[in-house]
């Protein structure tokens, strides 16, 4: 592939306004970052302005914002804006925008309207100023159901949402400059340089590709039957902001992006381009909103996938989405937005003709072959076998491997949940040893412990709670990213923080145990006198008595205290984590070193 070059803001305006891509949506590309004079005088004034630190998902929703990928949307959404959305899909002005791209914070923030506010990131680096010029409360279950269509709080998106703030603020933004990177810098193309390069390629009819997950053969041969079918370029546009819990990282899978680009692919008909958005998983919504964004990008065709943007399985173990909902809705809004829908037909290896075909076209007596998404993770890379060349690249099978570890030597969290006194910890220090014994690398988070050093201070309102448990997640998430095995026992009382915790874990690698104790036998055992003193007034607020406990709904496992020891239960967990291949015996690892 030619080496892709970023186009100066003049030479990409002057090849924008003799292009033959379909125009912006809204007819302008939205920029919101101030001149470059104008800074050094803007971020002296920040440093007086109060603050706001957002999370990477806000950073992600400002980029695009700055930078025109929204438009005609030229900042986070006011209530009204905010209702027409959730009802119609569409903002005030009449255009179709089918997420709420928001900006929560807490009722005791302390602003006010006609405030200015410096807005940072994680760490702490200034990114924008916003004038406030509206403040407003927003309904959670109204937005589940509305936007996602689910109150589910597997959905990663309705369990996350519980730790967002109480209200939404929006107004003027002036970004100081996009952010910079230090990775993959020459794919990192704002719509302007994108349109730029798409019309260097000289094609006016342009098919995007959003994807999140590798590349195979089938979507490289799909691919190429979109560009012939509109006689156009391919803008392969991956997401590389906030994505599934549990995707394949996007380094690695930019790698692969760029190798297939590179070698496979008419350098004539093709850009790479990341996109740093942050998904909602919302799938029909979703897709629609993923249309109007490439449309901005120069793209007039998409292609649609079978549950496309969708999280998966909900706590039914049903899909979130019916399969083909989303091409559907973007069919529907298509020519009022312009773009059209390409939809991802399934295509087979057919081991004859050694080439890829649609399913129904198969020959009698031939059986198509492919590897779903669920086969790939755990019959070749949970076990450290590369993918079949007829299914992927040798290229991207090596980069896969090197990604994503045999199961034995990937992180693992097991999360111990149920009432004070139901015998979490005892079981947790019991695995611990077990699985040490076993020579894995072990981290025991107990709830008890972590107050002590990594929460002291909070309390136990349910703010305070769902703190303390998330810090548990937090620190869980990295050891299991790492390769670990990260043991917590805490109460964890709320379902919708515990989803929060297993989608920072990510669901694969996420073992949730209940364990099963009832009330009455934990208040009987009593080991910390803490039901009597809240029988007696002393204690507040105390699960089970007079804050609710949830139990989970779907558990990896549950056990029953009454008729089973600490040391059986703590042997019940060991089996099945050996059983799904996390961890591996000794004869086990005397067998892999042999081969």
């Known amino acids: ?69 929204f438009s005609p949307l030229d900042r986070f959404v006011g209530p009204e804006d905010h209702q027409r959305i959730l009802e119609e899909m569409r903002l005030q002005s009449g255009h179709i925008f089918p997420i709420p791209v928001t900006l929560t914070v807490n009722e005791n923030s302390g602003m006010h309207l006609d405030q200015e506010i410096a807005i940072r990131n994680v760490r702490n680096e200034l990114l924008a100023i916003m004038t406030i010029e509206e403040i407003y409360e927003w309904d959670r279950a109204e937005v589940s159901h509305k936007v996602f269509g689910t109150a589910d709080p597997r959905h990663p998106l309705i369990a996350e949402m519980e730790r967002w703030g109480k209200y939404n603020v929006s107004g003027r933004l002036r970004v100081f400059r996009l952010p910079q990177y230090y990775d993959f810098d020459e794919l990192r193309l704002t719509p302007k340089q994108v349109r730029a390069g798409l019309a260097a390629l000289g094609y006016s009819k342009v098919v995007a590709f959003q994807t999140r997950n590798p590349l195979h053969r089938a979507h490289e041969e799909m691919t190429r039957r979109a560009i012939a079918q509109v006689d156009g370029s391919l803008l392969l546009h991956p997401v590389v902001g906030v994505t599934k819990p549990g995707d394949v990282d996007y380094c690695a899978r930019v790698r692969t992006y760029r190798v297939l680009a590179e070698r496979y692919y008419d350098s004539k008909r093709i850009l790479l381009a990341l996109l740093p958005l942050a998904m909602r998983l919302a799938g029909p919504r979703e897709a629609l909103w993923h249309a109007l964004i490439r449309r901005n990008y120069g793209a007039n065709y998409l292609v649609v996938g079978r549950d496309h943007a969708s999280p998966g399985s909900n706590s039914q173990n049903r899909p979130f989405y019916g399969p083909y909902e989303a091409q559907e809705l973007v069919g529907q809004f298509s020519e009022e937005l312009g773009v059209g829908v390409i939809p991802f037909r399934e295509l087979v290896y057919h081991p004859i003709r050694q080439r890829y075909v649609e399913s129904g076209a198969v020959d009698d007596g031939v059986n198509g072959i492919t590897l779903s998404g669920t086969q790939v993770r755990e019959e070749y890379l949970d076990k450290g076998r590369q993918l079949p060349e007829w299914f992927t690249r040798p290229e991207v099978a090596r980069i896969l491997l090197e990604a994503h570890p045999p199961r034995h030597r990937q992180g693992i969290c097991v999360w111990f949940t149920g009432l004070s006194g139901a015998g979490k910890s005892t079981t947790a220090e019991i695995l611990t040893s077990q699985i040490l014994a076993l020579g894995r690398r072990v981290t025991l988070l107990d709830g008890d412990v972590v107050r002590t050093h990594l929460s002291k201070g909070l309390g136990f309102s349910k703010e305070d709670r769902d703190t303390n448990n998330r810090r548990i997640g937090f620190v869980a998430a990295e050891i299991v990213r790492h390769g670990g095995v990260a043991i917590c026992a805490a109460i964890s009382p709320y379902r919708a923080t515990r989803n929060d915790v297993r989608n920072m874990v990510g669901a694969n690698n996420f073992f949730e145990v209940f364990v099963d104790t009832p009330m009455a036998v934990c208040e009987q055992r009593d080991p910390k006198g803490i039901y009597a003193r809240t029988r007696r007034g002393e204690i507040k607020s105390f699960t089970g008595i007079d804050d609710p406990y949830e139990p989970p709904e779907e558990p990896e496992l549950i056990l029953e205290t009454l008729s089973s020891s600490a040391e059986e239960n703590a042997r019940l967990i060991l089996n099945r984590l050996i059983a799904d291949g996390f961890l591996v015996t000794p004869d086990e690892k005397t067998i892999e070193a042999t081969n």
């Open 1 to 69: 592939m030619r080496p892709q070059i970023r186009v100066g803001e003049a030479a990409a305006a002057f090849i924008m306004s003799h292009s033959l891509l379909i125009p912006p949506y809204g007819d302008a590309l939205v920029d919101l970052v101030v001149p470059e004079h104008e800074r050094d005088e803007l971020r002296a004034c920040a440093i007086r302005l109060p603050s706001i630190q957002i999370p990477e998902r806000a950073a992600c929703d400002l980029q695009l914002l700055a930078c025109g990928a």
